[in-house]
């Protein structure tokens, strides 16, 4: 059952990051307004793991000052190589998306390294490609908690920012997980799960995420 404090803060957080991402984007000293770009039907795909499986679509609907609609496409143990061979699976049943979101690292970190794991990352977009012309948004996954894979998520989260498929966009949403929690922030992750974050792991993620969108 949930208690009084976890539905305050259920409530509290996606309004304070909203709040905090209408302050940096807006009203930065010195600055111009934004200018959004976000198309106007909005609809956007998330291809993942777990990670996805579990964000609640990274609370993107309501991070968001402007009405979206997000299709979450996350299935667990699932890495780039699962995704290509069976990508009809992610576009099924959805209107042409306006941007496509893939939070997808963890399961190859554990699996594929080096031309291997490009090779995947590559068959992924050109499957992509054969179904949609959106722009697709790639993530750097954070290293999660959890030793084993660590340095697999970091190696390959460097192949793909000098690797990154041509005319699409790379989100780095490792260097904020550690920027926050080296300077002391809340934590991130659960205490019995060291891949998945919390709440505010999660709020954090789609903050990032959807700066990336308005910015793209």
């Not at 949930?2 to 996606?14: F, H, L, Q, S």
């Not at 499986?53 to 997000?70: A, I, K, M």
């Amino acid at each position: 059952m949930t208690n009084k404090r976890d539905a305050v803060e259920a409530g509290i957080i996606p309004y304070l990051a909203c709040v905090l991402f209408l302050l940096i984007f807006h009203c930065s000293p010195g600055s111009e307004p934004y200018t959004f770009l976000l198309p106007e039907s909005r609809n956007y795909l998330i291809i993942g793991d777990s990670l996805t499986e579990r964000s609640d679509g990274f609370y993107l609907e309501n991070l968001s000052p402007d009405p979206l609609t997000v299709y979450i496409r996350g299935v667990d143990g699932y890495d780039y190589r699962d995704w290509y061979l069976r990508m009809d699976q992610a576009f099924a049943g959805i209107p042409s998306p306006d941007r496509i979101i893939t939070v997808l690292g963890s399961n190859d970190a554990a699996r594929f390294s080096g031309q291997d794991f490009l090779d995947n990352v590559n068959q992924f977009h050109e499957a992509i490609r054969q179904r949609s012309s959106a722009t697709v948004f790639y993530t750097q996954v954070p290293r999660s908690r959890y030793l084993p894979i660590q340095n697999g998520i970091l190696s390959n989260n460097a192949l793909l920012e000098s690797n990154l498929p041509a005319e699409s966009r790379l989100i780095d949403l490792d260097t904020p997980f550690e920027t926050h929690l080296s300077t002391g922030g809340a934590p991130l992750y659960p205490q019995d799960d060291a891949i998945h974050p919390n709440r505010t792991g999660y709020t954090l993620m789609g903050t990032i995420i959807l700066e990336a969108l308005y910015r793209d």
